[in-house]
């Protein structure tokens, strides 16, 4: 691991109330002494203390900014090395201007993306699986997002990991017996064992892979488009559901001519909002640009709310759109119900279940919130599952049980077909070598390096 001092700015770039620039390694005290003028001495400051005092230009004297300045002394602290954070004014001038004397004499260099979270996992204190969650925290879309993340961040999903590992190495002793000391008859004893093992670590390996479908929603949340011809209310749900004027909204058809993306949490349940311009047969040429873009949207969705207008009948382009959309996640609503009714639904029952079919009002705001339960019943079987399940959501992760799992079943099968238990015996390490992966143990250098580029640049 590279020894530098490094140091950068911590919070979002803008105005503020604060900004703070956070500073590890062997100097970060020393080199924030160099500028800190206060009646503290900080060199010699116990761990997590906070000073008032001013930078100072050591050159010429002047004073640069007044500020808060902490120290927190590895290994107590975030990177387990020292660690110093300098509370100044919020604004793009007065971080730049600290910042920029920080690092003009060469002793302390900018701090590469992710590089706090690296040393913090390079330095043992946190690993794999709890660095990859501190994204997932900084990216939250929802509050149960939030929450799965903390608990991964605080090691919920290493500890099943480990405690995996640890019955594999287990195992894995009990083979090396058998092969070092063949005189010992226990070949049927360890067959069975390596079975018994074996399926414990599947089932619960299947435990956890259970929940990744609904771990990699609440990450990266659901792709919804909402679809319908020109004028079915498709705007005014976006701005109903975001709870903000988005779209623009008017009687004319065709008024939406691209595709509006927005965050929105519904249940707990993050979506990410595409509103897409009404699809139908048109000469406008900016239009048509807009309803192909629209057809792109449709089909990148995980979740298809096809708006049909309850006042009016089915029209032809609604009969393509339900054709086209047939056998996807599809949510029907049925728009204006605070109109007469005019729209036949069976026409729409027979291609659709009853159970996917909304009746709302956009313009009163009824039927939400039974919007909000057809789509947890359909991703969530009803509800999220209780806060102290631990979710997997990281492709890497389901990538890497998925493969453990296999190797798994790769020596119960070899076990019964009466393979030489050396030959067994590596399917096993295989399966404990890949979980070792997943939190950081057996890992290239390429994959931390490209692990921690995805992070922002001062965490």
Not at 183 to 194: C, G, K, L, P, Q
Request: charge should be negative; aromatic fraction near 4%.
């Amino acid at each position: 691991m590279n020894q530098d001092t490094i140091a950068a700015i911590s919070t979002a770039v803008g105005e503020g109330g604060i900004a703070i620039i956070r500073v590890s390694g062997a100097g970060a005290v020393a080199e924030s002494a160099k500028l800190f003028r206060s009646k503290s001495n900080i060199v010699e400051a116990p761990s997590h203390t906070v000073h008032y005092g001013h930078i100072v230009d050591p050159k010429n004297g002047e004073v640069v900014e007044e500020i808060l300045l902490t120290v927190m002394r590895g290994p107590r602290s975030f990177t387990a090395e020292d660690v110093v954070e300098l509370s100044t004014h919020g604004g793009v001038v007065a971080v730049k201007r600290v910042l920029e004397l920080l690092l003009r004499d060469g002793g302390v260099r900018i701090a590469e993306p992710g590089e706090f979270t690296k040393r913090a996992f390079l330095n043992g204190r946190i690993d794999l699986t709890q660095a990859e969650a501190v994204i997932d925290l900084i990216r939250s879309k929802s509050d149960r997002a939030f929450t799965v993340a903390m608990k991964q961040a605080e090691g919920a999903l290493s500890r099943k990991v480990k405690a995996l590992r640890h019955t594999l190495i287990e195992l894995l002793a009990h083979i090396e017996v058998n092969i070092d000391y063949p005189e010992h008859d226990v070949a049927a004893m360890t067959s069975a064992y390596i079975r018994e093992r074996c399926q414990d670590a599947v089932a619960e390996i299947n435990r956890l892979l259970k929940t990744a479908a609904e771990g990699k929603i609440l990450r990266e949340g659901i792709v919804t488009a909402i679809v319908g011809r020109p004028n079915v209310g498709k705007s005014s749900l976006l701005n109903a559901l975001v709870q903000e004027n988005k779209a623009i909204v008017t009687d004319i058809p065709g008024t939406t001519r691209d595709v509006i993306e927005e965050f929105v949490t519904i249940g707990g349940i993050p979506l990410r909002l595409l509103d897409t311009a009404g699809i139908r047969e048109t000469t406008d040429v900016v239009e048509r640009i807009g309803v192909e873009r629209s057809r792109s949207a449709l089909e990148e969705a995980d979740l298809i709310l096809l708006v049909l207008n309850a006042n009016e009948p089915l029209h032809s382009d609604d009969r393509l759109l339900m054709e086209h959309i047939r056998g996807r996640q599809v949510v029907i609503l049925l728009n204006k119900t605070d109109l007469p009714q005019i729209l036949d639904t069976s026409e729409v029952e027979a291609v659709f279940p009853s159970e996917s079919i909304v009746r709302l009002s956009v313009l009163q705001e009824t039927g939400l919130d039974h919007l909000e339960r057809v789509i947890s019943h359909m991703f969530f079987s009803g509800e999220l599952e209780s806060a102290d399940l631990t979710y997997v959501s990281n492709i890497r992760h389901i990538t890497l049980l998925g493969h453990a799992r296999q190797s798994l079943i790769d020596a119960m099968e070899s076990t019964e077909s009466g393979i030489p238990i050396d030959i067994v015996q590596i399917d096993v390490r295989t399966a404990w070598e890949q979980l070792g992966e997943m939190i950081g143990d057996s890992v290239s250098e390429s994959l931390i390096d490209q692990i921690f580029s995805q992070f922002c640049l001062g965490k």
